[in-house]
Protein backbone atom coordinates (compact mmCIF):
# COMPACT_ATOMS: atom_id res chain seq x y z
CA UNK A 1 0.00 0.00 0.00
CA UNK A 2 1.63 3.73 -0.91
CA UNK A 3 1.69 6.65 1.12
CA UNK A 4 -0.54 9.01 -0.12
CA UNK A 5 1.54 11.55 2.10
CA UNK A 6 4.71 10.97 0.24
CA UNK A 7 6.47 12.05 -2.70
CA UNK A 8 5.71 9.32 -5.56
CA UNK A 9 8.00 8.84 -8.34
CA UNK A 10 6.76 8.52 -11.94
CA UNK A 11 6.65 4.48 -12.49
CA UNK A 12 7.14 3.88 -16.83
CA UNK A 13 6.40 0.34 -18.65
CA UNK A 14 8.40 -0.20 -21.36
CA UNK A 15 6.09 -3.08 -23.13
CA UNK A 16 4.70 -4.78 -26.24
CA UNK A 17 7.03 -8.18 -25.27
CA UNK A 18 3.78 -8.43 -25.80
CA UNK A 19 1.48 -6.69 -25.24
CA UNK A 20 -0.75 -8.77 -23.41
CA UNK A 21 0.83 -9.06 -20.61
CA UNK A 22 2.04 -5.60 -21.01
CA UNK A 23 -1.64 -4.58 -20.76
CA UNK A 24 -2.11 -6.38 -17.38
CA UNK A 25 0.93 -4.49 -16.09
CA UNK A 26 -1.07 -1.49 -16.73
CA UNK A 27 -4.53 -3.04 -15.44
CA UNK A 28 -3.09 -4.00 -11.98
CA UNK A 29 -0.82 -1.18 -11.34
CA UNK A 30 -4.21 0.97 -11.76
CA UNK A 31 -6.56 -1.40 -9.77
CA UNK A 32 -3.54 -0.19 -6.98
CA UNK A 33 -3.14 3.66 -7.72
CA UNK A 34 -6.32 4.42 -8.22
CA UNK A 35 -6.55 6.19 -4.83
CA UNK A 36 -2.95 7.66 -4.73
CA UNK A 37 -1.49 10.58 -5.25
CA UNK A 38 0.91 8.92 -8.12
CA UNK A 39 1.73 11.08 -11.48
CA UNK A 40 0.26 9.02 -13.70
CA UNK A 41 1.97 6.10 -15.51
CA UNK A 42 4.06 6.36 -18.35
CA UNK A 43 3.67 3.54 -21.48
CA UNK A 44 6.20 3.17 -24.22
CA UNK A 45 5.78 -0.02 -26.64
CA UNK A 46 8.84 -1.70 -28.78
CA UNK A 47 8.23 -3.59 -31.55
CA UNK A 48 7.05 -7.30 -30.77
CA UNK A 49 8.32 -8.92 -34.18
CA UNK A 50 11.89 -7.38 -33.86
CA UNK A 51 12.01 -8.02 -30.45
CA UNK A 52 11.75 -11.78 -31.39
CA UNK A 53 13.31 -11.95 -34.28
CA UNK A 54 16.41 -10.97 -32.25
CA UNK A 55 15.55 -13.68 -29.39
CA UNK A 56 15.00 -16.28 -32.22
CA UNK A 57 18.03 -15.70 -33.49
CA UNK A 58 19.99 -15.09 -30.39
CA UNK A 59 21.37 -11.66 -31.69
CA UNK A 60 22.07 -9.79 -28.26
CA UNK A 61 23.08 -6.69 -28.95
CA UNK A 62 19.82 -5.67 -31.54
CA UNK A 63 17.75 -6.83 -28.19
CA UNK A 64 19.66 -4.74 -26.23
CA UNK A 65 19.31 -1.52 -28.59
CA UNK A 66 15.46 -2.29 -29.27
CA UNK A 67 15.12 -1.84 -25.08
CA UNK A 68 17.63 0.56 -24.56
CA UNK A 69 15.57 2.37 -26.83
CA UNK A 70 12.76 1.98 -25.21
CA UNK A 71 13.67 3.04 -21.78
CA UNK A 72 15.10 6.18 -23.38
CA UNK A 73 11.77 7.03 -24.30
CA UNK A 74 10.03 6.15 -21.52
CA UNK A 75 13.26 8.60 -19.53
CA UNK A 76 11.93 11.01 -21.64
CA UNK A 77 7.98 10.84 -21.45
CA UNK A 78 8.98 11.39 -17.42
CA UNK A 79 9.59 8.13 -16.36
CA UNK A 80 11.94 7.79 -13.18
CA UNK A 81 11.02 4.09 -12.42
CA UNK A 82 11.09 1.90 -15.76
CA UNK A 83 9.63 -1.60 -15.40
CA UNK A 84 10.52 -3.62 -18.77
CA UNK A 85 7.41 -5.89 -18.18
CA UNK A 86 9.35 -9.22 -19.78
CA UNK A 87 11.11 -11.62 -18.38
CA UNK A 88 13.16 -12.67 -21.49
CA UNK A 89 13.70 -9.12 -22.15
CA UNK A 90 15.32 -8.53 -19.22
CA UNK A 91 18.43 -10.75 -20.10
CA UNK A 92 19.63 -7.26 -21.49
CA UNK A 93 19.22 -5.23 -18.65
CA UNK A 94 22.78 -5.84 -16.87
CA UNK A 95 23.93 -4.20 -20.16
CA UNK A 96 21.89 -0.94 -20.75
CA UNK A 97 23.07 2.14 -18.80
CA UNK A 98 20.93 4.86 -18.35
CA UNK A 99 22.07 6.21 -15.21
CA UNK A 100 19.35 8.73 -15.18
CA UNK A 101 16.50 6.80 -14.16
CA UNK A 102 16.25 3.70 -11.59
CA UNK A 103 16.01 0.39 -13.96
CA UNK A 104 14.53 -2.15 -12.02
CA UNK A 105 15.47 -5.84 -13.56
CA UNK A 106 12.44 -8.81 -13.20
CA UNK A 107 15.20 -11.43 -12.89
CA UNK A 108 16.50 -9.63 -9.97
CA UNK A 109 13.61 -9.03 -8.59
CA UNK A 110 12.41 -12.74 -8.77
CA UNK A 111 16.27 -13.96 -7.80
CA UNK A 112 15.49 -11.58 -4.20
CA UNK A 113 12.57 -13.22 -3.76
CA UNK A 114 13.74 -16.82 -3.67
CA UNK A 115 16.43 -15.20 -1.61
CA UNK A 116 14.05 -14.02 0.63
CA UNK A 117 11.54 -16.99 1.33
CA UNK A 118 14.69 -19.16 1.30
CA UNK A 119 13.45 -21.42 -1.46
CA UNK A 120 15.95 -24.30 -2.36
CA UNK A 121 14.25 -25.94 -5.42
CA UNK A 122 12.94 -24.24 -7.65
CA UNK A 123 10.66 -25.08 -11.41
CA UNK A 124 11.30 -22.27 -13.89
CA UNK A 125 8.85 -22.45 -16.54
CA UNK A 126 9.05 -19.79 -19.67
CA UNK A 127 10.18 -19.18 -23.21
CA UNK A 128 12.40 -22.04 -24.56
CA UNK A 129 14.98 -18.45 -24.48
CA UNK A 130 14.78 -18.67 -20.78
CA UNK A 131 14.21 -22.08 -19.85
CA UNK A 132 16.94 -23.32 -22.03
CA UNK A 133 19.66 -20.46 -22.10
CA UNK A 134 21.95 -19.91 -19.04
CA UNK A 135 20.77 -16.14 -18.43
CA UNK A 136 18.01 -16.95 -15.84
CA UNK A 137 18.97 -19.93 -14.37
CA UNK A 138 22.30 -18.46 -13.44
CA UNK A 139 21.00 -15.33 -12.12
CA UNK A 140 18.42 -17.68 -9.93
CA UNK A 141 21.68 -20.38 -9.16
CA UNK A 142 22.86 -20.70 -5.56
CA UNK A 143 24.96 -23.24 -4.07
CA UNK A 144 22.14 -24.64 -1.79
CA UNK A 145 19.34 -24.31 -4.52
CA UNK A 146 18.37 -26.69 -7.64
CA UNK A 147 16.78 -24.95 -10.86
CA UNK A 148 14.58 -27.29 -12.38
CA UNK A 149 13.24 -26.79 -16.05
CA UNK A 150 10.63 -29.29 -17.83
CA UNK A 151 11.18 -32.26 -19.94
CA UNK A 152 11.52 -31.08 -23.65
CA UNK A 153 8.25 -31.82 -25.29
CA UNK A 154 7.18 -29.81 -22.08
CA UNK A 155 8.89 -26.69 -22.87
CA UNK A 156 8.30 -26.80 -26.27
CA UNK A 157 4.63 -27.14 -25.20
CA UNK A 158 4.89 -24.02 -23.12
CA UNK A 159 6.37 -22.20 -25.33
CA UNK A 160 3.62 -22.82 -28.10
CA UNK A 161 1.26 -21.65 -25.60
CA UNK A 162 3.08 -18.25 -25.17
CA UNK A 163 3.91 -17.12 -28.11
CA UNK A 164 0.68 -18.73 -30.07
CA UNK A 165 -1.85 -18.04 -28.03
CA UNK A 166 -1.02 -15.95 -24.89
CA UNK A 167 0.86 -13.33 -26.65
CA UNK A 168 -1.77 -13.23 -29.65
CA UNK A 169 -4.76 -12.16 -26.63
CA UNK A 170 -5.82 -15.97 -26.55
CA UNK A 171 -6.14 -17.57 -23.25
CA UNK A 172 -7.63 -21.35 -24.10
CA UNK A 173 -9.09 -23.60 -21.52
CA UNK A 174 -7.74 -26.77 -23.12
CA UNK A 175 -4.18 -24.81 -22.38
CA UNK A 176 -5.03 -24.08 -18.78
CA UNK A 177 -5.78 -27.14 -18.09
CA UNK A 178 -2.79 -28.85 -19.61
CA UNK A 179 -0.64 -26.54 -17.86
CA UNK A 180 -2.48 -26.99 -14.43
CA UNK A 181 -1.44 -30.55 -15.06
CA UNK A 182 1.51 -30.42 -16.31
CA UNK A 183 2.77 -28.81 -12.79
CA UNK A 184 0.86 -31.28 -10.61
CA UNK A 185 3.35 -34.03 -12.64
CA UNK A 186 6.53 -31.87 -11.82
CA UNK A 187 5.60 -31.22 -7.84
CA UNK A 188 5.13 -34.93 -8.04
CA UNK A 189 8.28 -35.75 -10.16
CA UNK A 190 10.68 -33.44 -7.97
CA UNK A 191 9.83 -33.97 -4.32
CA UNK A 192 11.68 -31.38 -2.37
CA UNK A 193 10.25 -28.69 -5.14
CA UNK A 194 9.36 -25.78 -3.44
CA UNK A 195 8.71 -23.09 -5.55
CA UNK A 196 7.48 -22.69 -9.53
CA UNK A 197 8.68 -19.60 -11.23
CA UNK A 198 6.26 -17.85 -14.38
CA UNK A 199 9.27 -16.81 -15.64
CA UNK A 200 7.16 -15.49 -18.18
CA UNK A 201 5.01 -12.59 -17.74
CA UNK A 202 2.15 -13.90 -20.08
CA UNK A 203 2.23 -17.42 -18.18
CA UNK A 204 0.45 -14.97 -15.37
CA UNK A 205 -2.69 -14.78 -17.79
CA UNK A 206 -3.17 -18.49 -17.20
CA UNK A 207 -4.56 -18.02 -13.61
CA UNK A 208 -2.73 -20.19 -11.96
CA UNK A 209 -3.46 -21.24 -8.00
CA UNK A 210 -1.02 -19.66 -5.60
CA UNK A 211 -0.05 -23.01 -5.13
CA UNK A 212 0.35 -26.20 -6.23
CA UNK A 213 0.56 -29.55 -3.80
CA UNK A 214 2.17 -26.78 -0.98
CA UNK A 215 4.77 -25.35 -3.99
CA UNK A 216 4.28 -21.36 -4.20
CA UNK A 217 3.64 -20.31 -7.52
CA UNK A 218 5.61 -16.90 -8.38
CA UNK A 219 3.81 -14.68 -10.28
CA UNK A 220 6.82 -12.19 -11.88
CA UNK A 221 4.01 -9.83 -13.00
CA UNK A 222 3.15 -9.49 -8.91
CA UNK A 223 6.83 -9.74 -7.49
CA UNK A 224 7.84 -6.73 -10.38
CA UNK A 225 5.19 -4.46 -9.50
CA UNK A 226 5.86 -4.84 -5.33
CA UNK A 227 9.17 -3.92 -5.85
CA UNK A 228 8.27 -1.02 -7.90
CA UNK A 229 5.83 0.53 -5.48
CA UNK A 230 8.39 0.13 -3.18
CA UNK A 231 10.87 2.08 -4.78
CA UNK A 232 8.91 4.63 -6.59
CA UNK A 233 7.49 5.91 -2.72
CA UNK A 234 9.41 8.46 -1.35
CA UNK A 235 9.65 9.60 2.59
Same mark, same amino acid.
Given at each position: ????? =??? &?????????? #???????? &????????????????????? *????? !???????? !?? !???????? +??? @??????? +?? %??? =??? /?? &???????????????? +??????? %??????????????? $?????? *???????????????????????????? $????? &?????????? #??????? *?????????? =??????????????? !?????????? /???????????? @????
Amino acid at each position: MLNNN =SKQ &RRIALVGGVS #WASSAEYY &RRLNIILTDSDEPGLVAVDLN *FKHVL !EAQELNIF !EK !EMELVSDG +ISR @AARAGGE +II %LVC =SNT /TS &RTLNSVAHPDVEVISL +IDCVSSH %LDELKYTETLLLGTR $YTMERD *FYRSAMQRQDRKIRIPEGDDRKKIHGII $YDELC &RGKILHTSKQ #WFREMLE *FYTAKFTKLD =SIILGCTELSLLGMP !ETVNQCAVID /TIAVHIDTALQV @ASIA
